[in-house]
């Protein structure tokens, strides 16, 4: 009677030991499942994403121009380059920009493009589009608020125009992201008073 029990026993431990790897590889094989799912959930929001810029630079490219008020600045951007100071006439001190940051962002360029006309279509470029990219994959929280929300602004035409225009509306963009950006997910940092006040002080 006891071998009995003893043989019922070591079955039922052998079982056990066989039985619960099983069980384990079966976890582990779905956790790699549901992972390799994410991931490629991942790409594919990445990929709309990316498509979805890809179209609204393609529209904004399309329409870039150059505003007649920006060469006010661009005027004083020359001067200041060449040495004259940040004058409209270089024997006349007076102060003909109203957006500091971005005419000193507009004479570093121009100091390496050397073509007033390029260095503000190129500047104004790559400011709308750092601000679009933080905007679509830092600040919304999925793919279909990202491709909505660009959606929005290539229909906006005053946006797409005023993207390219050589005015200071890229880098208010940019700091509008960067705000909200900020606010949004750095709130538990030690300088985030800090950086919102920068940050609306650029603006």
Known sequence: MIDAQRFITNTQNALVNVLIPEKEDQKETKQQHSSEKSVQQSDYSRHIIVFALALFFFVVIKN?????????????????????????????RVQTYTHPLWMFLLSGAYFFVRSIYFSSLLLSLGVSALAVVLFAFRLTKSAFVAVVGLAILAASKSFIDFSTSGLENPLTHLLIVLFALVFFQYQHSKRYILWLSLLGSFM
């Open 64 to 92: 870039a121009w150059l505003s007649d008020d920006a060469y006010i600045t661009l005027r004083t951007v020359y001067n200041f380059v060449h040495g004259y100071g940040l004058t409209w006439n270089i024997d006349e």
